[in-house]
C-alpha cells in the first residue's frame, strides 16, 4: 500500500492584533482544540477557512476588537507559504509570500483576487492553490445530462466542501445544503477529487501541457532575472547574506562607540555637579521666592479692595450726618428738601430714618477709619516684603545666568572633542542604514530569483506526477463503483469500531455519493446519532481512501463539533433528530464518545504524517486525557485554572 503525501498542511494560524499576535500552532496527523463555549474554539476554524478562500468570515466581538489581519502558514505539497487576508475587508486580493511566517519581510508577495469576479495582479487564489496541490483546473457542465449545457469552472472552494464539517453540518440532514445546482456541481467535484470525471484525461493533457507552458515562462523569467543581476553585479544570496550580518556587525560596534562615547562625557561632566546642585538650589529659591510673591500680591490687592469698601462706607456715613444737621425740628410738620427745596412732610421723612443718632454714627466712622489706618499699615507691610521678595528674585536670575554662562562654557571644552568623533560615527551609522535598505531589496531579488527556480523545479515535478497519473489513468481508470466499495469498507469499520448498533447493508448512494445505512439513505435516517457518526466517518472514509491513492484530494479536514450527538443529546436537546431513536441506538453510551476519539487516535498511529485532521469539541473524553494530550493544541476555558488551559482565543480579552 503506497502512502501519499498530503497536498495541504496548515502550520500556523496568526492573528496580527493591537496589542499583540495570537499564534495557534498545528502539527500534521491529529490536531484538538477544545473548551467552553463562546472562546474562540469554531472561530480557528473559521479563520483557517477564510484564509483559505472563504467569501466572509464570522468572528466573536473579541477578534473583532483586538485582531484586524490573519495570517495562515501552509505547506502545499512540502511548499512553504504564508497567506495573508484583512480580516474586515473579505474583497481586498490576498496577498501570498513563498516563504515562512517569520520570513515574509524577506519576500515579495504576489496578489490574487479571492474570487472569480475581478481577476488579482497575479491570477486568482483558487487557480493558486490548485496549481500548487497539482490538481487539475477542470470545467463541467453545469447540468451535465444536458448537452448544451453552460460550462463552469470547478475551484478550490468546491473541493473544500468536503474537507470542512462545520458544527452546522455535523448530523444535518441537508449536509450539504437544499440548493441543487450546488449539489450538483458538488457530484461533479467528488469526481474530479477521485479522477472518475470523463474529461479527466483531457484535463490532465491540458494541465501538463499549460505546466509545460508555465515552465517555459518561468525560464524565460529566470533568465531575465539572472541577466539583471549579473549586470548590476548584485551578489548571491550567501554573498548578500554575508554583507548584511557584516553591515549588521558594523552597525552594533558603532552603536558601542557611541555609548561609550555617551558615557565618557557623562563620566567627565560628574565634576560638575556643584554646579548643577548650585543651579538647582537657586531655581528652587527662585520658585519659591515666585511662590510667595504671588501670594503676597494676592494679599494686598484683597486689602486695597477692602480699604476702598470702607472709604465708600464712610462718605455714606458723613452724607448721613449732613442730612441729619439739616433735618428741622420736630414741631415743624413740613419742610423743604435741603437738596431740591421741594416740600416733603416731616413725618413722611422721620420715618425713613431708623437711627439718627449722630454720636452712633460718629462712633462707627472713628471705627473704620481705624480699620482702614491698619489695612494701610499691613498693605505698607506686603509692598515692602513684595519689593524684597522682586529683589532676592532678579538676585537669583542673574546668579543663574553666570552659573549656567560658566556651566555651558565648562561643559563645551569637555564636549567638544567628542562631537566631531560622534558626528562621524553617526554619519558611518545612516550610510549603513542605507546600505542594508538597499541590500535588503537586492536579497528579495535573488530571494525572488531563488523562488522562480523552486517554480520551475516543482513544475518539472509537478510535469512528471501529472505523466504518471496520466499513465495510470489510461492503462487502469477508477471506477465510481470501485471507489465507493473502498468508501462504504472504511465506513462500515469506523461505524464497526465506533460501537453503533446493527451496522449493515453499508453503501454509498450513486445519486448522491453519500451514505446508505441499513438501506435507508443518509438524509432518511432518523436518529441524529447515526448521521453524525455516519457524517464524520465518511469525511474521514474520503481523507483515508486519499491516504493511499493517487487523488486530488488534499487529505486534509476538519470537523467542528465532532460528537454533537453523540453521548450529549439529552444535555443538548438538539434538533433534527428523534430522542427516541438516539436511545435506541444507545447514542448516550459514553463508549462511542470514548471509541470515536480511539479512532482518531488510530489513524494518527498509522499515517501521522500523511494527512492533517483538525478537531473542534466541548471537551475531550476524561479516560483518555493522558492519550489525548499530545495533540491537544488549545484548551480554552472561562475559567483557567493551570498553565495549560487559556481564556479564549483573543487571550487578553480583559487587560
Known amino acids: 500500500m503506497k502512502i501519499k503525501t498530503p497536498k495541504l498542511i496548515v502550520n500556523h494560524l496568526i492573528i496580527k492584533g493591537h496589542r499583540k499576535d495570537y499564534f495557534v500552532p498545528f502539527q500534521p496527523g491529529l490536531n484538538i482544540i477544545y473548551g467552553d463555549s463562546d472562546t474562540g474554539k469554531s472561530s480557528v476554524l473559521n479563520l483557517v477557512n477564510y484564509c483559505l478562500g472563504a467569501n466572509k468570515l464570522e468572528l466573536y466581538s473579541e477578534i473583532e476588537i ?51 469576479s475581478n481577476e488579482g495582479y497575479d491570477g486568482y487564489f483558487s487557480e493558486f492553490l490548485l496549481k500548487n496541490m497539482n490538481i487539475p483546473i477542470t470545467k463541467v457542465k453545469q447540468a451535465p445530462s444536458k448537452e448544451d449545457s453552460k460550462m463552469i469552472t470547478l475551484s478550490f472552494r468546491d473541493i473544500f466542501k468536503y474537507l470542512y464539517l462545520d458544527q452546522d453540518q455535523v448530523g444535518n440532514k441537508r449536509i450539504f445544503g437544499d440548493n441543487f445546482s450546488r449539489i450538483v456541481k458538488l457530484r461533479e467535484t467528488f469526481k474530479l477529487m477521485n479522477n472518475v470525471l470523463d474529461s479527466n484525461i483531457t484535463e490532465l493533457q491540458q494541465a501538463i501541457s499549460e505546466k509545460s507552458s508555465t515552465r517555459k515562462e518561468f525560464n524565460k ?72 510673591k504671588n501670594r503676597l500680591e494676592f494679599e ?42 421741594q416740600e416733603m412732610s416731616l413725618e413722611d421723612l422721620s420715618k425713613k430714618f431708623s437711627n439718627n443718632d ?62 566631531g568623533q560622534r558626528d562621524q560615527i ?24 531563488e523562488s522562480i527556480e523552486l ?47 446493527n451496522v449493515k447493508n453499508v453503501k454509498i448512494s450513486d445519486k448522491t455519493f453519500l451514505p446508505i445505512i441499513r438501506n435507508k439513505p443518509y438524509e432518511e435516517l432518523t436518529s441524529g446519532g447515526v448521521r453524525n457518526l455516519a457524517s464524520v466517518g465518511y469525511f474521514l472514509s474520503l481523507m483515508e ?22 453521548g450529549k443529546t439529552s444535555d443538548k436537546k438538539l434538533p433534527e433528530t428523534n430522542i427516541e431513536e438516539d436511545r435506541k441506538e444507545g447514542m448516550n453510551d459514553v463508549d462511542k464518545y470514548e471509541n470515536l476519539y480511539k479512532y482518531l487516535l488510530n489513524l494518527h498511529d498509522r499515517y501521522s504524517e500523511s494527512f492533517q485532521l483538525i478537531i473542534v469539541d466541548n471537551d475531550i473524553p476524561y479516560k483518555l486525557s493522558e492519550e489525548l494530550g499530545p495533540f491537544i493544541r488549545k484548551h480554552f476555558s472561562t475559567n483557567p485554572t493551570s498553565i495549560y488551559s487559556e481564556i479564549g482565543l483573543i487571550d487578553d480579552a480583559n487587560q
Open 221 to 292: 523569467k529566470n533568465l531575465s532575472i539572472t541577466s539583471f543581476l549579473r549586470e548590476t553585479k548584485i551578489g548571491s544570496l550567501k554573498e548578500l547574506d554575508e554583507r548584511r550580518r557584516s553591515i549588521q556587525e558594523s552597525l552594533e560596534d558603532y552603536t558601542e562607540i557611541i555609548k561609550k562615547i555617551d558615557k565618557e562625557i557623562s563620566a567627565d561632566s560628574e565634576n560638575f555637579n556643584s554646579f548643577r546642585q548650585n543651579i538647582f538650589k537657586i531655581e528652587r529659591a527662585v520658585k519659591s521666592n515666585g511662590r510667595e
Open 426 to 449: 553617526s554619519s558611518n551609522i545612516g550610510g549603513l542604514n542605507s546600505d542594508l535598505k538597499n541590500l535588503q531589496h537586492f536579497y528579495k531579488i535573488r530571494k525572488q530569483q
Open 545 to 566: 481512501y486519499a491516504i493511499t491513492n493517487p487523488v486530488n484530494y488534499p487529505s486534509f479536514l476538519m470537523v467542528d463539533t465532532i460528537a454533537k450527538y453523540i
Open 66 to 116: 483586538a485582531g484586524n489581519v490573519a495570517l495562515l502558514e501552509i505547506e502545499l505539497r512540502g511548499k512553504v507559504y504564508t497567506i495573508r487576508r484583512d480580516i474586515f475587508d473579505a474583497k481586498a486580493e490576498i496577498e501570498v509570500f513563498r516563504s515562512a511566517f517569520e520570513n515574509i519581510e524577506e519576500v515579495f508577495p504576489q496578489y490574487y483576487s479571492p474570487n472569480y
Open 455 to 501: 517554480e520551475i523545479m516543482t513544475l518539472d515535478e509537478d510535469i512528471l506526477i501529472l505523466e504518471e497519473n496520466l499513465k495510470n489513468l489510461k492503462e487502469n481508470a477508477p471506477s465510481l463503483d470501485k471507489i465507493f466499495y473502498s468508501l462504504k469498507t472504511n465506513l462500515a469499520s469506523f461505524l464497526t469500531y465506533v460501537g453503533m448498533k
Open 358 to 419: 449722630r454720636e452712633v454714627i460718629k462712633t462707627e466712622i472713628s471705627a473704620l477709619n481705624r480699620r482702614k489706618k491698619d489695612l494701610i499699615q499691613i498693605g505698607e507691610k506686603l509692598r515692602v516684603q513684595i519689593q524684597f521678595l522682586s529683589e532676592a528674585i532678579e538676585k537669583h536670575i542673574n546668579e543663574l545666568d553666570e552659573l549656567r554662562f560658566e556651566f555651558d562654557k565648562q561643559t563645551e571644552k569637555i564636549v567638544t572633542p567628542y562631537i
Open 300 to 341: 494686598l490687592r484683597n486689602n486695597v479692595l477692602l480699604q476702598g469698601e470702607y472709604t465708600n462706607d464712610l462718605k455714606k456715613m458723613a452724607a448721613s450726618i449732613e442730612a441729619i444737621k439739616r433735618l428741622p425740628e420736630h414741631g415743624i410738620q413740613n419742610t423743604s428738601c435741603p437738596v431740591c427745596e
